[in-house]
Nanobody, 115 residues
């Protein structure tokens, strides 16, 4: 079983930056895909960014150019660097990983952007 633990959420003013971290309980090298999702109150969970092990990143249109996904295999960590935050970015952010048919999720970290 893999555990993913997010951290770095909080309250931030619009226009500012925030960086989220996700620590895995074991090596992430074998994960086919890692990424971040988010869920705002009353909304379904939506993709923020997905990053296959082979390389490349696919970002949601709403965050393209503002968010960046970083994967550090040596530290078993992934990060989501967010800049120019907007109130509509307010949500619980979830780290996820996929390995074969198995999907793993973190517990989520709250990001609140005030206007």
């Amino acid at each position: 079983q893999v555990q993913l633990v997010e951290s770095g959420g909080g309250l931030v003013q619009a226009g500012r930056s925030l960086s989220l971290s996700c620590a895995a309980s074991r090596t992430i090298f074998s994960f086919d895909t890692m990424g971040w999702y988010r869920q705002a109150p009353g909304n379904e969970r939506e993709l923020v960014v997905t990053a296959p092990r082979s390389g490349g990143r696919v970002y949601a249109d709403s965050v393209t150019g503002r968010f960046a996904f970083i994967r550090d295999n040596a530290k078993n960590m992934v990060y989501l660097q967010m800049k120019s935050l907007k109130p509509e970015d307010t949500a619980v952010y979830y780290c996820y990983a996929r390995e074969g048919d198995a999907n793993y999720w973190g517990q989520g970290t709250q990001v609140t952007v005030s206007s």
